[in-house]
């Protein structure tokens, strides 16, 4: 698609650094399942986990189709890469930059920017995860802090994050309206991390429970004010959800990527394998449906730039560009057909194991088919 000078500069640059930095290790990191902390220097030091902070904070701030493209080429050699920069900036960085005092973010955005740490995004709990307002951690007000007591369960980045955002019940009413957030450091007594998750795909990021037992919460940690959590994460997953569709891109179009060389270099009966009308026309079909979610992806980014409403495009953007990268990685590993399977020697293996979290991270697909239909119906539903 037609981008800015500026954006296809910007998508070059992002690129030549995946392929210097990040893609030579992509295959041992899923099979080790070794998180890089040696990544994280080159990463601080490209802007790249700082993409939506003021430099005021040690960020590096750049639009989101920028950020969308910077996800999009590091997911596209590496998933796990993708997944950790992304979760970082969405669900770390973020919250913190828009709801935080200037004390939390003069505290702790510097060193999860330019400082090269990790922040982590508490929410999802055993019996609370699509339905995330079914919260049960609770934090009970004391005279002199905070007292934080629950569980959440499938954290990125949650061994190696020095702090944490994470939703706690902060009064006995039901509902939403009693979620509050709050910022947590990883040395505090009471805060434990769980073992290291062995998952299906992604398998070079991190992710682990927490395990709160009477966390004692300084009151100026209380993020935002009292009770508005859930409006907060709200608003945080609706951007969210555009870094993993451009997750999702770089995925699917690392499997596009892959399934064009082997057909352009394995041959059938003398011929290259591309000369065959059928894997033409599969990979004609596979280039259009991404080009078609680039574009759904990219939308969502430039509403969301210019300051226009944008959740109902952002879940769509998610939806379609994680199920078309899940399709489009299902059919580069027919395009290389005995080799895609029995193999590892190319990365489609990989990427179809890890694009299928796109689906499920930040709200699985039925969840954004809820989000979908509620904005198209908003006219003729009741209130």
Sequence with gaps: MLLKKEHQEFREKIRAFALEHVAPQAAALDVEQRFPKEYLPLLAKEGLLGMVVSEEFGGSKIDTVSYSIAVEELSRVCGSTGITVAAHNSLGCFPIYKFGTDEQRKKYLPRGTSGGELLAFG????????????TKTTAVKKDTHW????????????????????????????????????ILEKEWDGYEVGKKENKMGLRGSDTAFFHFTDLKVPFENLMGELNDGFRQFMVTLDGGRISIGAMALGLGQGALDCAVKYAAESSVNGKPKSASQAIQFKLADMATEMEAARYMVYGASQMKDAGVKFSKESAMAKLYASEVGRRVAYDAIQVLGDVGFFSNQFPAERIFRDVKLCEIGEGTSEIQRIVIAREVLKSVMPV
Aim: with cysteine.
């Design 123 to 134: 929410l999802t709990e055993p019996d609370a995860g699509s339905d995330a307002g079914a």
């Design 147 to 182: 007292e934080m007591n629950g569980t959440k369960c499938f954290i990125t980045s949650a061994t190696h994050a020095f702090a944490s955002i994470a939703t706690a019940r902060t009064s006995d009413a039901q509902g939403v309206k009693a979620i509050s957030s709050f």
